[in-house]
């Protein structure tokens, strides 16, 4: 049963690592897409598979995607954003909710 499991998680590896590739592709075409939260979104997926397989030797690329996901998240959901969110209102900033 664990290799069933094993298997679906390689299989969703590659296809979140070709996720990735299209996305760099049309963030190549269109750098404002750089910002999206998906971004950060698809790269702690990929960690969470990597982590899931339990393979050391995915180590490095996982680090690099943990940056690249924080990078993305942060910049998108900055106190800002999320304070806009929760008041509703884009004139509010964090501390005036």
Request: overall charge positive; some cysteine; glycine content about 6%.
């Given at each position: 049963m664990?290799?069933?499991v094993?298997?679906?998680?390689?299989?969703?590896?590659?296809?979140?690592?070709?996720?990735?590739?299209?996305?760099g592709?049309?963030?190549?075409?269109?750098?404002?897409?750089?910002?999206?939260?998906?971004?950060?979104?698809?790269?702690?997926?990929?960690?969470?598979?990597?982590?899931?397989?339990?393979?050391a030797?995915?180590?490095?690329?996982?680090?690099?995607?943990?940056?690249?996901?924080?990078?993305?998240?942060?910049?998108?959901?900055?106190?800002?954003?999320?304070?806009?969110?929760?008041?509703?209102?884009?004139?509010?900033?964090?501390?005036s909710?």
């Amino acid at each position: 049963m664990a290799w069933v499991v094993r298997n679906l998680i390689s299989t969703q590896v590659a296809w979140l690592r070709e996720a990735d590739a299209e996305f760099g592709r049309a963030v190549a075409a269109s750098p404002g897409l750089r910002d999206l939260a998906n971004l950060g979104f698809l790269q702690l997926d990929l960690v969470r598979a990597y982590c899931a397989l339990g393979d050391a030797s995915s180590v490095d690329d996982a680090e690099r995607r943990l940056a690249a996901a924080r990078a993305a998240l942060v910049k998108r959901y900055d106190a800002v954003y999320e304070s806009r969110c929760l008041c509703g209102n884009q004139n509010f900033t964090a501390r005036s909710c």
